[in-house]
C-alpha cells in the first residue's frame, strides 16, 4: 500500500514526457533551475506568463522552463555555469491546454543541444547556508517572496506542537533522544543536505545538515508520501506551501522557538492560510527565497526577459506591467511577498528584527488569504495610500 | 470608580490582548521551566516589541498551543547536550 502511495506521488510529480518538444522553440524561453518548494509558483507563474499580455491586449507570453533541484545545487549552476542537459518541464498556454490547472503535471521538453546554462537560479534560503563563496560579478542577486518551512505529521498523529528543544533531541539524537512519540528513525522523513528545507531547518534548530537522523529523501513528495503512510511516530519536514497543498492528509506543528513562550503555526491557526505569523515573527523558521541572474561586465541583465521574471517575482514594477496579479500568485502558492512583511533577518536561522517594506501590500495580501478590514479605493484614501485597491499604512 | 476597579478593567484589557484560548492572564501551562529557558522574562506578552525576545513574544491574536516539554537527555542546568 506504502509502495502504491509512492508511485501515485510520483506519477503526480514527475512532468509528461508525452509532450516532449524543443524547448527552444516554445514562445521567449526563460530557463530556470529552482528548489522544489519552488514548483506551485513555476506552475501558476508559468501558467500566467505564457498568457501574458501587453496593455493593448496584444500577446506577451513567456514560457518558463525550468527544473527542479536542491538550493545549493542551484547556486552553484549559476555561479560556476553549469548547463542543464536533462528534459526540463514548462507549463501550457490555455490555447494550447485549456484544461490544464496547477494540480495538473506539467509539460516536458527537450534542452538545446549540449544544454543550457539557467537564465534564473533559485534559492530557497540565504546563499549563505550554503556557500560562504561571494557570488560572482556576472551574478545578480534579489529577494523574493518569504518561504516558511514547517513539520508535519500524519493525521493518526495526536501531537499538536513541537519545542526547539524536542526538535533538537528528535533529529539530532534520533531515538536516543527519546521524544515520544518520535521515536522512529524510519519515521522521520527528512530531507538531502543541498535542500532548503533541511537547511532552513538545521539553522533554526541548531542541528547541523550532516547531524540529521532520520530518512533523507529526495524529492518533498517523498516526504509528503512517507508522512501520508506513516505510523503516529512519522513526522517530516516540508516547504509550507508543500503542506499547504496537502492539508487534507497531514497535520502541522505548531513551533516554538528557543526562548519563546508558546508554540504558533505558520498561519493565525491551524486551519488559516493567513502567514500571519511568518510575517510578525511568531513563527521563526522561514527564508527569504534569493532569484539570481546573470548580468554583464557593466552590470546590466544579459536576458532583458530573465530580469523581467526575477523583478516580477521580487515585487518590483515591472514595464511593461504583467496581465496578472503577481501578489495574487505569491499569496496563492503559500509564500508571502516582501511587502507583506514586517520582520526581517540576516542570515539563515539568525534573529528577527522589525521590517517595515517600501510598499505596504498588506491590506491586499489578507484581502487575497483571509478578509481584510482596510478601507477599499479606486485612486486615494482620507488615510494611507492606495495600492492595488485597498488603502495601505504607507 | 475605584482604584481596584481601574486594576481589574486593565487586568482584562491585558488578558484579552495576550491570549485567545482561554488560558491567559496566568502564566501559561507550559511556562518554561527554568532549566529551560533560564533567563527569559515572564511570561507576560509584549505589546510594543522591538527585540527579537519581544517580537516572538509579543501580543497576538494568532492561536497559541502550550506545551509542557521536558526531553529526558537535558542537562541538569537546563542546557542542552552536545550532538552525538
Redesign the interface.
Known amino acids: 500500500m506504502r509502495s502504491l502511495a509512492f508511485l501515485i506521488a510520483l506519477a503526480i510529480a514527475l512532468p509528461h514526457r508525452a509532450h516532449a518538444a524543443t524547448c527552444d522553440t516554445l514562445p521567449n524561453p526563460v530557463y530556470l533551475q529552482v528548489g522544489d518548494t519552488q514548483l506551485n509558483l513555476m506552475k501558476r507563474l508559468g501558467r500566467a506568463l505564457r498568457d501574458n499580455k501587453l496593455p493593448d491586449g496584444s500577446p506577451n507570453p513567456i514560457t518558463l522552463v525550468f527544473i527542479t533541484s536542491g538550493s545549493c545545487t542551484n547556486i552553484s549552476a549559476i555561479y560556476t555555469r553549469v548547463p542543464i542537459t536533462t528534459n526540463l518541464q514548462y507549463i501550457p498556454s490555455v490555447a494550447e491546454v485549456p484544461a490544464w490547472t496547477p494540480t495538473s503535471a506539467t509539460l516536458s521538453c527537450t534542452p538545446p543541444a549540449g544544454g543550457v546554462v539557467p537564465d534564473i537560479a533559485n534559492s530557497a534560503l540565504f546563499n549563505s547556508a550554503c556557500t560562504t563563496d561571494p557570488p560572482p560579478a556576472t551574478v545578480n542577486l534579489s529577494q523574493g517572496p518569504t518561504q516558511a518551512y514547517v513539520m508535519a505529521v500524519p493525521m493518526v498523529s495526536s501531537q499538536?506542537?513541537?519545542?526547539f528543544?524536542?526538535a533538537?533531541?528528535v533529529f539530532?539524537?534520533g531515538v536516543?533522544?527519546?521524544?515520544a512519540p518520535w521515536v522512529d528513525e524510519a519515521q522521520m522523513f527528512i530531507r538531502t543536505i543541498t535542500k532548503s528545507t533541511l537547511l532552513a531547518w538545521a539553522a533554526n534548530i541548531?542541528?547541523?545538515s550532516n547531524?540529521w537522523k532520520g530518512v533523507m529523501l529526495d524529492g518533498s513528495p517523498m516526504v509528503v508520501s512517507g508522512i501520508n503512510s506513516g505510523t503516529a511516530a512519522a513526522i517530516g519536514i516540508l516547504g509550507a506551501e508543500v503542506y499547504d497543498a496537502n492539508r487534507a492528509t497531514m497535520k502541522v506543528l505548531?513551533y516554538?522557538?528557543?526562548?519563546?513562550?508558546?508554540?504558533?503555526?505558520p498561519?493565525?491557526?491551524?486551519s488559516s492560510r493567513d502567514k500571519?505569523?511568518v510575517r510578525?515573527?511568531?513563527y521563526?523558521v522561514w527564508s527569504p527565497t534569493i532569484w539570481m541572474d546573470t548580468v554583464d561586465g557593466t552590470g546590466a541583465p544579459v536576458k532583458a526577459s530573465a530580469r523581467y521574471v526575477v523583478d516580477l517575482i521580487a515585487g518590483k514594477t515591472v514595464t511593461p506591467a504583467p496581465s496578472f496579479g503577481m501578489i495574487d500568485i505569491v499569496a496563492a502558492v503559500g509564500l508571502v511577498p516582501i511587502c507583506a512583511m514586517r520582520?526581517n533577518r540576516a542570515f539563515e536561522g539568525g534573529?528577527?528584527?522589525?521590517f517595515t517594506p517600501p510598499e505596504s501590500c498588506t491590506c491586499k495580501y489578507e484581502s487575497l488569504v483571509d478578509t481584510s478590514s482596510c478601507a477599499t479605493c479606486t485612486t486615494s484614501c482620507t488615510t494611507g495610500v492606495c495600492r492595488n485597491g485597498f488603502c495601505e499604512d504607507h | 470608580m475605584t482604584l481596584r476597579a481601574i486594576f481589574t478593567v486593565l487586568s482584562l484589557v491585558f488578558a484579552a490582548a495576550c491570549g485567545e484560548n482561554g488560558n491567559h492572564g496566568d502564566m501559561p501551562k507550559d511556562a518554561p521551566a527554568p532549566q529551560i529557558d533560564a533567563g527569559a522574562p515572564d511570561a507576560s506578552c509584549f505589546t510594543d516589541p522591538h527585540t527579537y525576545n519581544e517580537i516572538i513574544n509579543a501580543c497576538t491574536t494568532a492561536v497559541k498551543v502550550y506545551k509542557d516539554s521536558h526531553p529526558p537527555l537535558l542537562n541538569a542546568d537546563g542546557s542542552l547536550p552536545a550532538l552525538p
Do not use: C, W
Open positions: 499538536t506542537a513541537i519545542t528543544e524536542e533538537y533531541f539530532g539524537f536516543a533522544g527519546m521524544i541548531s542541528v547541523p547531524k505548531a516554538r522557538a528557543k526562548g519563546q513562550y508558546a508554540a504558533y503555526y498561519d493565525s491557526s491551524a500571519k505569523n510578525d515573527g511568531h521563526t520582520v534573529p528577527l528584527s522589525l
